[in-house]
């Protein structure tokens, strides 16, 4: 607030005055006063206006500033009517309570809002594991009774459990806190036990994989980081070239901690797109080429690896490769060998 903005604020109020002056002036000058006298009133009128005004702008300006540095120092600055103190004047109490009366709906919608979204997914991860023991069981039938039939029936079941899971995953992916457990990692063990339950889709599409993860640890969660490998490696799989599909996935020692590479040389992303690929729904020009995919997959792997504290970022040039890497900082978190 500054003081042009404040004299524009109270201009009725300036003119009032200015024409009471003129008023008194007038009828002083009728009762027969002189000049002096009458330009003696006006000069003290004006003083103690033009002072009342200059004290009250500072006043009001304090004031607010005050104000504004609170809110500046929330986190949450919808709490700003709760952290005003008490005002003196009537009008800024009402503006507090009208301010106060706005922030008690907006809490109230809010909550049931939160309630709304915690009965959908609490819905919807009863829903998963439901649909979960169906396709268990028939994989079970097929394993027990193999024919091209029911490899096939495997695959497009595996295809089902990986959909189902990110669903599951997604849901959950707000409150990773609640199912979160820290512990040492093998990364060898479990990048092949990844590779082992899509082993099937693997040789029904042609792909090699080259794994170099020995004597690799990690601190972190080992099912959700399972999961954004198994994602990286399905969407790894949809970007193929016909002839020759491999997928390399190794660790490496960096300065600042581990990272986990997985490196196909499929058909690549165009530089336009290549910062966009973990946006929600981004599929590229090549996802629509393929109909394939969703845009999901890559979302919620960077969406969980901002959870867990990890990052993850993308390199590629079209039509010979793409590369994904999992950044594991050495911290706290991160065990050395």
């Not at 206006?49 to 500033?65: A, D, E, L, P, V």
């Not at 969407?235 to 599909?245: A, F, G, I």
């Not at 797109?273 to 995919?293: H, L, P, Q, W």
């Not at 979302?299 to 040039?317: Q, T, V, W």
Request: net charge positive; proline share 1%; aromatic share 10%.
């Amino acid at each position: 607030m500054n003081f042009r903005d404040y004299l524009k604020d109270k201009i009725g109020i300036i003119l009032l005055n200015i024409s009471c002056g003129l008023a008194l002036s007038v009828f002083l000058y009728a009762m027969g006063n002189n000049l002096e006298v009458i330009a003696l009133i006006l000069a003290a009128w004006s003083i103690v206006f033009i002072g009342y005004t200059i004290i009250n702008y500072i006043s009001r300006k304090k004031y607010f500033n005050g104000i504004k540095t609170k809110l500046d120092l929330l986190e949450q600055k919808y709490l700003i009517s709760e952290m005003i103190e008490k005002p003196y004047r009537l009008e800024d109490k009402e503006y507090v309570s009208i301010l106060r009366r706005a922030l008690k709906s907006m809490t109230e919608q809010v909550n049931g809002i939160k309630y709304d979204r915690q009965e959908y997914k609490e819905y919807i991860e009863s829903w998963i594991h439901e649909v979960k023991l169906p396709i268990a069981s028939i994989q079970l039938m097929c394993e027990n009774n193999k024919t091209d039939v029911t490899r096939k029936i495997l695959l497009e079941l595996r295809k089902m459990e990986n959909d189902v899971e990110k669903a599951l995953y997604y849901a959950r992916s707000n409150e990773v806190w609640k199912d979160y457990m820290v512990q040492k990692i093998d990364m060898d063990k479990l990048v092949a036990c990844t590779i082992g339950k899509n082993i099937q889709f693997f040789i029904q599409n042609g792909i090699q994989i080259e794994k170099r993860c020995q004597n690799t640890y990690v601190c972190t969660d080992g099912k959700w980081l399972e999961f954004i490998v198994n994602q990286l490696l399905v969407n790894s799989v949809k970007y193929k070239k016909p002839e020759n599909s491999m997928i390399r996935i190794y660790t490496e020692e960096m300065k600042n901690g581990t990272v986990l590479v997985i490196e196909d040389n499929g058909i690549g992303i165009k530089e336009s797109e290549i910062n966009r690929i973990f946006d929600k729904n981004f599929v590229g020009s090549n996802g629509r080429k393929t109909e394939k995919s969703t845009g999901m997959g890559l979302y919620l792997s960077k969406k969980l690896c901002n959870k867990l504290g990890l990052e993850i970022y993308a390199e590629s040039e079209i039509d010979k490769y793409t590369k994904i890497t999992i950044s594991f900082p050495r911290g706290e978190f991160i065990l050395q060998n």
